[in-house]
């Protein structure tokens, strides 16, 4: 069990005044993890690895590999689907995600999310960033107008739509709308930011203006993502993981896994000979 | 001659607000007191308070009766003052023939009227046609109580049907376990969508009307009851209503489970990423993305259901109704009342009506009314829809 | 738009510029404590040298970092490359000068008279180069640093007269061979120095225009 000490020093806000406590090199720490689908069907297996705070870590591998599927456990995103079990356990900050007493839904609060296609609703930018505010019963306004543009500083989007507030965010271009959903995924002040191939669907400028944020990101927010793109996990991760057929192949630092990869099936994966 | 014919329209609206309102009015009193009195004196034992309220009904009757008549004095002093005067007039033919003026509603002289005057004749015609009550057993005079009865039972079931259909809706789409269970009920529902409406009409007699209405008459209106006067265990328009409801449900919850499907997996995962729970999810995005969808499958409803005809014979829409649903006295709705409805309006002038060759351009008016009122629902399901294609064809779901 | 990673490439030419400095003080040292007889700064020479050699392996490591995990592209991949080649040019000079100061210390223990030749005009221009070819380096300037390649043939000359002249000394007063031949080494330490300062103004022509004038003619017949 974690020290209670660590356990504040990685609230957001206390981060900033004790700046001089050690981050977690296991913030997210999953073991012996295995998943099914339909109960049977094996997708993960046996999976072990620690992931450290306020760095951003790269799972990438081929179609099918589980990475997402393993995204998609850390917020307990899969428990949408019928039919899923597990076996082993997640912990963040050293409390597992699966424990009884954790309501999913305030878990889900503690991690934002951004998804491969940019999926802002059909509301007002503004709406979309207090989206998460609202549904947890906050409405004052003074508090959210501080909301919408701190969010929207951090995702380097203010200077665009801060004349178009109140427009629908389907108005924006398909970078600036990923950005908003970036806005609007750390309106609420989450410890961890997922993030599942959020570039996959824009152009090379948004592609870029999305990893640079990501870089400023890690500062304040432990970031997972997954990513079909070799080149952007050496780009904007500090570690990264490969995973081949639900197994975890390969896990270190990025320059590692990049220039000098153990395994043989990691270097003929990021090289491009994969198959 | 003209301003013989305003004085006996201006006569006839005096007889109608006198009758329809002053008279109504006391008529109404009259029918209540009447059946407590009818009550009270078939008791074979009456208390001294019942004895006591008796009198007191008594009192009360003759004070009504002094009121209703002078009314009703004036009413037949009205009715004798219109056919007082007869016009004379002779046919191309030379026969001579005469007419009270009581009778006449319109005097006018085609071949002397210039087109300008003919149009706006025209449009005189259908709009009294649209807005004035029927005459002569249906064949003559206007549909307004039919269009009127067609339109508040039509109100009445889109407001039981909605919230029924789309909460259906919701639970088989958004929280059921996809399973056998959901598949059976799913069959089920397009099964009843094809069963044959008198079905409907029957089970709405038998439910609605025998088992409700009677239940609600034996506890709140015993004594009506027992007189063999039932309030809501006979026909009405609330009945209809719901029979209406439960025969075009199927068409709401189709309708707003596609309408709930096509809301994108993407933003219902955002929504639930934020924080949100399933229902803040359903509330705040699905709903209002899937509105345009319900509406389309609701105005479909509507369109099926003001078409409806056979399931409203056997609860409570007549031939002629001598009054609306709505009207100036308390509680202002009357949902128990029977009402007038196109559909049934078209039958009863077409194969009821005593002289059906007359009747025939009411026949035919009135078919029209029904299939453009028809259409115009369609259509505007239609429109509903292209519109919201078109909002969301925009996004990049 | 600047990425955020671009910093990383302007730091590590910042690298390669100190290493640059470093080697042209070393160089410049060398040949100062040959002509002054100074024996502690030759020794100083010989010590810095560890630190362009750290230089070096710094900034390989960095580079085939930035290229293993940046996928640069165009002028950036152009300018990883350079860095790369000069910093090792850079390496092999700094080396030269060593080799020259560790001659510099056995001369001065020998305390024999010796004749120089054209050593000192051969190290005023070599040191004049290497300075050029640096400024070239710091300023972006490939016009100057194409016309250097052309000095590269008048120090080659000065050199075989260097070689000329001591193999004469040799011959004609063996008791000095050694001493001698020890300048024949200098010399051709020199002439190296200038041989990888070449390269390195070859490199920034590539560098700032993406062309390759190496063994073109116009060289070519330059060294001639």
Known sequence: ??????????????????????????????????????????VLFDLNLDI??????????????????????????NDLIDGIRHEGDIFIDGHSIFDPDIEV???RKRIGMVFQKSNPFPKSIYENIVYSLRVAGRHRKSELDEVVERSLHAAALWDEVKDRLHQSAFGLSGGQMQRLCIARAIANQPEIILMDEPCSALDPIATGKIEDLIHELKKQFTIVIVTHNMQQAARVSDRTAFFYLGKLIEYNSTEAIFMNPINSQTEAYVSGRFG | MNSQLAQVHERRREIHRIERNQIGRINEQMRRLDLDRRYLENLSERTVAQQMQLDRIHERIAVLQSDFEPLAAQAAALRRQLVENRLEYSLATGQVRSITVGDLVHVYAPNQLHFLQRVVLFFQHIWSFLSEYPREANTEGGIWPAIF?????TVLMSAAVTPFGVMAAIYLREYARQGLFVRAVRIAINNLAGVPSIVFGIFGLGFFVYFMGGNIDRIFFPRATEMGTPTFGTGGVLWASLTLALLTVPVVIVATEEALAAVSRGVREGSLACGASKWQTIQ????????PGILTGLVLAMARGAGEVAPLILVGVVAFAPSLPVDGLFPFIHLERKFMHLGFHIYDLGFQSPDSEAAQPMVFATTLILILLVVALNLAAILIRNRLRRRYASQAF | MKRFYQGELENLRTQLLVMAERTVTNISDALAALHGGDIQLAERVIKSDDVIDELEVAIDAEASRYIALRSPVASDVRLLIVIMKVSHDLERMADESTSISKRVIRLMESRHMLEMGMLPELSLQAVDLVREVVECLVGDDSGKAESLPMRDKEIDQMHRRNFQFFTEKVQGSPELASDYIDLIFISKAIERICDHATNIAEEIVYLLRGMDIRHTEKTKRANV
Request: with cysteine; net charge positive; aromatic share 10%.
């Open chain 2, 284 to 291: 705040y995005l699905v709903l209002p993305a899937a509105a």
């Open chain 1, 105 to 107: 839904i305030s878990l």
């Open chain 2, 149 to 153: 009865g067609t339109f508040i039972m």
């Open chain 1, 52 to 77: 450290p705070e306020r760095q951003v870590t790269a799972f990438i591998g081929p179609s099918g590999c589980g990475k997402s599927t393993l995204l998609r456990n850390i917020n307990r995103m």
């Open chain 1, 1 to 42: 069990m974690p020290d209670p000490a660590i356990k504040t020093a990685v609230t957001p806000q206390a981060s900033v005044t004790t700046s001089d406590v050690p981050l977690r090199a296991d913030y997210i720490s999953v073991r012996n993890f295995n998943f099914f689908y339909n109960g049977v069907h094996q």
